[in-house]
């Protein structure tokens, strides 16, 4: 009487290993997530535009009956709110305690969107000057035009007005070109965020 193994009735043959039961397709990042982060910064970027245009108007309005020198103080101070909008778009995303919206910015607060550092802290002001720097360059062109026009001189304001014009236009097709790299990058990091060493959560 031989030993022989007895062979299994039914062999199985090889399969892969089952999908887990829980697991869901990943939506890509171009679909979900850039639009949320575009949205985000685009409300930020309006609610500061849309204080400094109001407080623009108001200070026009109430320096409109003067004449000469004393207008001028107008872009003076014009200038002054640009400068402090530029200077909010460049800190919005820093460590500063605003407990209605949990140390975020409006707009990152209502799309569920925070600036985080590679430890997924919250970033210092250092690190949101770094990547908001392109962003509030417009701002800081405006403020600069408004302080060029209030010294009036012959042709050098003329000349100072346009390379300010060129390089607010240029600041805002780099922020519009940033918009695009993150819709094509793979780690969802726009170039500021490589600069500044930054991360962006999604909850």
């Given at each position: 009487m031989s030993n022989q193994n007895p062979k299994p009735?039914?062999?199985?043959?090889?399969?892969?290993?089952?999908?887990?039961?829980?697991?869901?397709?990943?939506?890509p990042f171009s679909e979900t997530m850039f639009f949320r982060?575009?949205?985000?910064?685009?409300?930020?970027?309006v609610i500061i535009c849309t204080i400094c245009m109001l407080s623009n108007l108001l200070i026009f309005l109430l320096f409109s009956g003067f004449d000469g020198d004393f207008f001028k103080l107008t872009y003076l101070i014009n200038g002054l709110v640009w400068?402090?909008?530029g200077v909010l778009l460049l800190i919005k995303d820093g460590p500063h305690s605003i407990t209605a919206f949990d140390c975020r910015t409006p707009g990152k607060y209502f799309l569920h969107v925070r600036v985080t550092d590679d430890q997924k802290r919250p970033i210092t002001y250092e690190m949101s000057i770094k990547r908001n720097l392109v962003v509030a360059s417009s701002f800081l062109c405006v403020?600069?035009?408004?302080?060029?026009?209030?010294?009036d001189l012959p042709l050098i304001t003329n000349l100072l007005l346009l390379i300010s014009g060129i390089a607010s236009l240029a600041c805002l097709g780099w922020?519009?070109?940033?918009?695009?790299?993150?819709?094509?990058?793979?780690?969802?990091r726009r170039p500021g965020d490589i600069l500044a060493n930054t991360f962006v959560e999604y909850y």
């Amino acid at each position: 009487m031989s030993n022989q193994n007895p062979k299994p009735a039914n062999p199985s043959p090889a399969t892969s290993p089952a999908p887990e039961a829980n697991s869901k397709p990943q939506v890509p990042f171009s679909e979900t997530m850039f639009f949320r982060r575009f949205v985000a910064t685009a409300a930020d970027y309006v609610i500061i535009c849309t204080i400094c245009m109001l407080s623009n108007l108001l200070i026009f309005l109430l320096f409109s009956g003067f004449d000469g020198d004393f207008f001028k103080l107008t872009y003076l101070i014009n200038g002054l709110v640009w400068g402090v909008g530029g200077v909010l778009l460049l800190i919005k995303d820093g460590p500063h305690s605003i407990t209605a919206f949990d140390c975020r910015t409006p707009g990152k607060y209502f799309l569920h969107v925070r600036v985080t550092d590679d430890q997924k802290r919250p970033i210092t002001y250092e690190m949101s000057i770094k990547r908001n720097l392109v962003v509030a360059s417009s701002f800081l062109c405006v403020s600069a035009s408004c302080f060029i026009k209030s010294i009036d001189l012959p042709l050098i304001t003329n000349l100072l007005l346009l390379i300010s014009g060129i390089a607010s236009l240029a600041c805002l097709g780099w922020t519009i070109y940033e918009s695009y790299l993150l819709f094509k990058s793979k780690d969802e990091r726009r170039p500021g965020d490589i600069l500044a060493n930054t991360f962006v959560e999604y909850y």
